[in-house]
């Protein structure tokens, strides 16, 4: 049974509150029932005490518990519940926050916080045990205590009701630190000091985070001044050592990350002035798909306000590569930017290319670059929207690894803007495509919101030109698309096949682009390519290019040749010389990675009236192609004696499907299939017996006849 205090006025107004130092008048005043309870019961200071409680000082409270002990014997096991309602301070609030005190000389005490709200986050049931409870005037302390609640740790604290000042220390682990000092009075201080403070509790108080904190630890202090009239200061600085994070996608991970972090904050009226200062000085992350080492320093200030947070000036410097410079206002109710800029010094090339480029670009065929120079980036935006940007380029130059192209001297000025049509200007000293050399361009350029245009480039191709028009730009939904019309000069033959490492020939190569067009990684020509070469004409068809800069490009045509003069064909070759027209077509042609996979393919004599002569070399080099070549036995006896012979008809054709190509002639035959067929004099005829011969093969014979290795035997 609980000694309770008697409700009415008469003793409500015999428990005076008075000052802290008059301790034993209040005791005198006390009522009977409090201070001569039954030994071994609870004392209960319930509802009509509580409504006195919540609105006396502070000191009074003490003043309370300071009668509850000297009422007591020390002997005698006794027990105390104060329930204290609602406390709050700088940067906390606690709900139905209870006292019990018991033990001997009521020297244990238990705090339960039912809600407790700080750094923008809510806890329940939240439990302070202290072993070694201290009561001296108006300082409530405890050396000896534990916290169980959204952590669990030793603690010991002190806290004064009087003037609101007091410390609290917690150690969670070994060599981990925490201290909380306050100052109250009208200007209020907190002091929050911490060390060897593990990383990974942050996830105790932003649970939403990306990725787990594995390791490192942080040291710090934060400083908070509070004073009238809402007006608040915050400042700190944390230091970071040997952090490491991942999440379980693997996209995101880092390890021995070191830095520091510097804060200050003033707030007044709902407004908060702002500056941050930030290095990375040590460690490596992958964030997908970009990948960094150390090396990059922020300063930034700005404003905050209850819808709006406002960077007036921010700068990223990154060693190495250079800064770059930004503000912005960002609508907090809209979560977008209301307006923003940001622009760069002269970034390097190289470093800019390797650390952010190369990840985003991967399996492209501009994952593996070579880059030097310089360049410069800004842009602007309003309500969200990208409103206007540049990009200058100052002797850029970029390399495939791969050999498939390659960009020197590169300066150019691309401006753009929402809207409106703006006026740019490109050059390049030189280029290189699959080797082919290309001389230098420039071009005005029209850029609008949604396309670049030129209307006429000239581009030097070794002795010719390439002249283009029509070019045209465009940013579709799936990727970069362009179109362009274009016609070629006479090129050197010779000259266009010794750089693509095959055998010279006589003559020059012409024709011209109906439209060429780019688009969704597929590179397609529209209409008839038209050639002229070897004073007769190719025509292709169908031309279409997957990825024609990736890894595998494949390529798909169909090939008609006409009149082309056998003469300017073989003249150079160890081939020997045929003198003629033939006529060629290639069905169906498919290449992968440049490599032929499939063709229906057929040579033949062109029809007409022309002079047809075949050298001696040529027959064997044409009956070598053919397997073990054959003619009869007068034949035979011919070639010993006749350097050319006349013929009436030769051709080859060629269906090439898994690596094997089935051969064929003019004109079958049970034993084999006739190559050339003779005619005039004197005459004979080549045949081939080997119909089915491997494509790898075949090149090898070509190659050794080119070569002049292999002198065939003619049967």
Not at 99 to 115: C, H, P, S, W
Not at 334 to 360: D, V, W
Not at 372 to 381: D, I, K, Q, T
Not at 484 to 499: F, I, M, T
């Amino acid at each position: 049974m609980s000694a309770r205090i008697p409700r009415g006025k008469r003793h409500l107004a015999t428990y005076k509150w008075l000052p802290v130092p008059d301790v034993t008048r209040t005791i005198h005043s006390a009522p009977a029932a409090l201070r001569a309870a039954p030994r071994g019961r609870t004392r209960t200071l319930s509802e009509p005490v509580l409504p006195i409680v919540r609105s006396a000082r502070a000191a009074s409270l003490a003043a309370l518990l300071a009668a509850a002990l000297a009422g007591s014997s020390a002997a005698v096991t006794r027990s105390i519940e104060l329930a204290l309602g609602a406390v709050s301070g700088p940067g906390f609030a606690a709900k139905a926050v209870r006292l019990e005190l018991d033990g001997t000389g009521l020297a244990r005490a238990k705090l339960r916080i039912q809600e407790l709200e700080a750094l923008e986050h809510r806890w329940r049931d939240v439990t302070v045990s202290c072993s070694a409870f201290r009561l001296e005037r108006s300082v409530i302390a405890c050396d000896d205590g534990r916290l169980d609640g959204p952590a669990s740790a030793p603690l010991a604290f002190q806290y004064d009701l009087a003037t609101g000042g007091g410390r609290l220390v917690l150690t969670p682990g070994a060599g981990e630190r925490w201290q909380l000092e306050l100052t109250g009075g009208a200007e209020r201080r907190a002091v929050l000091t911490f060390s060897g403070a593990p990383v990974a509790r942050l996830h105790d108080v932003v649970p939403e985070l990306p990725v787990r904190l594995s390791a490192g630890t942080a040291d710090g202090v934060l400083r908070a001044e509070f004073g009238a009239r809402g007006r608040a200061q915050v400042e700190g600085e944390t230091t970071l050592r040997e952090v490491a994070f991942s999440d379980a996608a693997g996209l995101r991970a880092g390890e021995g990350i070191a830095g520091r972090i510097a804060l200050h904050a003033l707030t007044e009226r709902d407004v908060w002035q702002w500056r941050i200062n930030a290095a990375w000085s040590a460690g490596e992350m992958y964030w997908s798909p970009v990948y960094s080492k150390a090396g990059y320093r922020l300063t930034a200030n700005g404003a905050l306000t209850p819808g709006v947070l406002e960077v007036e000036r921010a700068t990223l410097a990154a060693d190495g590569l250079g800064e770059a410079r930004a503000s912005a206002s960002w609508d907090r109710a809209a979560q977008r930017f209301a307006r923003a800029r940001a622009e760069t010094g002269e970034l390097a090339a190289a470093p800019l290319y390797a650390r952010f480029l190369k990840p985003l670009l991967g399996e492209t065929a501009f994952g593996e670059l070579q880059a030097e120079g310089r360049l410069r980036v800004s842009a602007s935006w309003q309500d969200g929207r990208l409103a206007a940007g540049e990009l200058v380029l100052e002797d850029l130059s970029v390399a495939d690894a791969r050999g498939r192209f390659a960009l020197f001297g590169v300066y150019a000025t691309l401006p753009w803007q929402d809207g409106a049509r703006t006026e740019g200007r490109i050059g390049i000293a030189g280029a290189e495509l699959q080797r082919l050399p290309i001389g230098a361009v420039g071009a005005a350029l029209a850029i609008g919101p949604e396309d670049v245009r030129a209307d006429r480039l000239v581009v030097p191709v070794l002795t010719g030109l390439l002249t283009l028009s029509d070019l045209r730009l465009r940013n579709a939904a799936d990727g970069l698309a362009w179109q362009v019309r274009g016609d070629l000069s006479p090129v050197p033959l010779d000259l266009l096949l010794a750089h693509f490492g095959l055998p010279a020939m006589q003559g020059s190569v012409a024709g011209e682009i109906p439209r060429l067009r780019y688009e969704r990684s597929t590179l397609r020509v529209d209409g008839t390519l038209l050639m002229r070469v070897f004073d007769g004409t190719v025509t292709v068809t169908d031309l279409v290019v997957d990825n024609p800069l990736g890894l595998a490009p494949r390529l798909h045509a169909h090939l008609d040749a006409r009149a082309l003069d056998l003469e300017r064909i073989t003249r150079t070759f160890s081939f020997g010389y045929v003198t003629g027209k033939v006529d060629a077509r290639i069905d169906g042609l498919t290449l992968s990675n440049w490599r032929p996979v499939r063709f229906d393919a057929r040579i033949e004599s062109s029809p007409g009236d022309y002079r047809k002569r075949i050298s001696q070399k040529a027959v064997r080099s044409i009956s070598a192609l053919g397997g073990a070549g054959a003619a009869e036995a007068i034949e035979r006896g011919v070639l010993r004696f006749f350097d050319t012979f006349g013929y009436a008809k030769l051709g080859m054709s060629c269906t090439l499907r898994n690596g094997v190509c089935r051969m064929g002639g003019v004109e079958d035959l049970p034993q084999g299939y006739v190559l050339v067929q003779g005619g005039g004099v004197p005459a004979l005829n080549v045949l081939g017996y080997n119909r089915d011969v491997g494509w790898e093969e075949l090149l090898a014979r070509l190659k050794r006849v080119i070569d002049s290795n292999v002198e065939p035997t003619i049967q």
